[in-house]
């Protein structure tokens, strides 16, 4: 197949990368002991405590990685990825009859002391499949059957996850449209996702009156960016601006008549105009327009039902607290209030090894696993949380640099799904612990105790690590 000479073990694996996943995991170890060590007090060998169960995980996730580096053939991934897919889809979906309740999510399989969560899994399965899928000849994501395909792969793992109520495992799901827009994918699309984001914020914290008024300036935008007339267009559209924002609410002063039904009218009016004017001179771009304009309109509306009777009491509670809506320093604001107090308590070099008061006394929940990070910045200060931070992005870099240099698409594709991920978690992670992100609780890559989590990320990077390695054997 290949006739250039093979490189030897050295040149072919990336060892950097390696080196930087060791560092993570080290680490992570390390604040794991020093998070758990004043409730539990024993050694960081004592099996019987987190950190001796994480050097137990670690070890075998070591044993995976030299498995599936060295010894299975790379290519068995990619034949393997349809019934992989199939059967974590059926585990999905097992879990949500057989699995046990942990925090309100039923997402978890007691197998006697050890606890087992598909949905780490379902990122693996599906970034295999995804990069079967779209590395096939033919394929192409900008045709309609290309968009329902991946549509499919990612959508379905991501629905059976919020049935299990692990908002935030369902969340990352996300990262996977940067591996579409690498392949492709208009740019359009992550505007449009930064823009639902916008509206809906917007609407809880504003109105779904200026929500409206928001979204038809920049469907305006979109509208004229695309035709052309950017010189002085604009201008036109925010007298029309002007006209929406007060008219309305004038009416509403003299008749009472309410304002969001004004601004329909007149909406509805000028959708009405538009679209005969799509029609007479065929404007695809007008009725892509029309129909983001819409979409937008459906969303503010649809805004209450989502934010009330979707979401969970305690989701609810950590939006509003967020937006600050609401004030709860004692209740659901209580975890990234201590978070954000460990972190600033640690200072520019922190406060030392073992020697962090919020730490030591428990202030904070969950502080091995969600808010690991946490530990970090008490401990280890600004210099610590940077350091990490910087690793994180090394890996990433690294990643989608080793991608790039990659000839296969199945390879290239895949390593894009990999970044994507870690950088999911790593945004809402570390965006959560110091009140960026609500706290929807997932674990920190490599740093988290937990075995699937570190079983999951080992498997998932060290996959591609293996097909790089089988490229640059021979280029």
């Known amino acids: 197949m290949y006739d250039a000479p093979q490189r030897t073990l050295k040149q072919s694996v990336d060892w950097k990368l390696v080196v930087c996943y060791l560092l993570l995991v080290l680490i992570g170890w390390i604040n794991i002991y020093a998070a758990s060590h004043a409730a539990e007090g024993a050694s960081m060998l004592d099996f019987s405590v987190r950190s001796g169960k994480q050097f137990v995980w670690i070890l075998t996730s070591l044993g995976l990685a030299a498995l599936i580096l060295f010894v299975f053939n790379p290519r068995l991934w990619e034949v393997i990825s349809v019934p992989t897919y199939l059967f974590v889809l059926v585990l999905l979906v097992a879990v949500i009859v057989l699995g046990v309740e942990v925090k309100g999510s039923r997402s978890w399989f007691a197998l006697g002391p050890v606890r087992f969560q598909p949905a780490e899994v379902s990122k693996i399965a599906t970034s295999l499949l995804l990069a079967t899928v779209m590395s096939r000849p033919g394929f192409k994501l900008t045709q309609p059957r290309g968009l329902l395909q991946v549509a499919a792969v990612i959508g379905l793992p991501m629905l059976v996850i919020l049935a299990e109520s692990e908002t935030g495992s369902a969340l990352v799901y996300l990262g996977f449209v940067f591996v579409l827009y690498r392949e492709g994918l208009s740019g359009w699309v992550l505007v449009a996702i930064g823009a639902a984001v916008l509206l809906f914020v917007l609407t809880l914290t504003a109105s779904p009156y200026a929500s409206a008024l928001v979204l038809i300036g920049m469907v305006g935008l979109f509208y004229y960016a695309h035709a052309g007339r950017l010189k002085y267009w604009p201008w036109i559209e925010g007298a029309a601006l002007v006209f929406l924002a007060f008219l309305p609410k004038l009416l509403a002063l003299f008749t009472d008549f309410p304002p969001m039904e004004a ?133 990433i870099s690294r990643i989608i640099i080793d991608a790039e240099r990659c000839r296969e698409n199945y390879t290239r594709i895949y390593g894009y799904c990999v970044a994507s991920l870690i950088f999911m978690h790593l945004l809402i992670n570390i965006g959560m612990t110091i009140g960026l992100v609500p706290v929807i609780g997932i674990p920190l890559p490599f740093l988290s105790y937990g075995g699937s989590s570190l079983w999951a990320f080992t498997i998932l990077l060290f996959i591609f690590l293996a097909l790089y390695r089988q490229e640059r054997k021979y280029f």
């Open 263 to 395: 601004l329909a009218i007149v909406s509805g009016l000028m959708l009405l105009w538009l679209a005969w004017k799509a029609l007479r001179k065929r404007d695809r771009v007008l009725w892509v327009a029309i129909i983001a304009f819409l979409a937008g309109i459906a969303l503010i509306y649809s805004t209450s039902f989502i934010f009330n009777d979707v979401l969970q009491d305690h989701q609810r509670k950590r939006i509003e607290v967020l937006l600050g809506l609401k004030e709860d320093p004692a209740g659901v604001g209580y975890n990234v209030n201590q978070s954000m107090i460990a972190i600033g308590s640690g200072g520019l070099f922190g406060k030392g090894f073992l020697q962090g008061t919020q730490t030591a006394y428990g202030f904070v929940p969950e502080q091995s696993t969600d808010f690991i990070f946490c530990t970090v910045g008490e401990e280890w200060g600004f210099a610590g949380c940077l350091a990490v931070i910087l690793l994180y992005i090394f890996m």
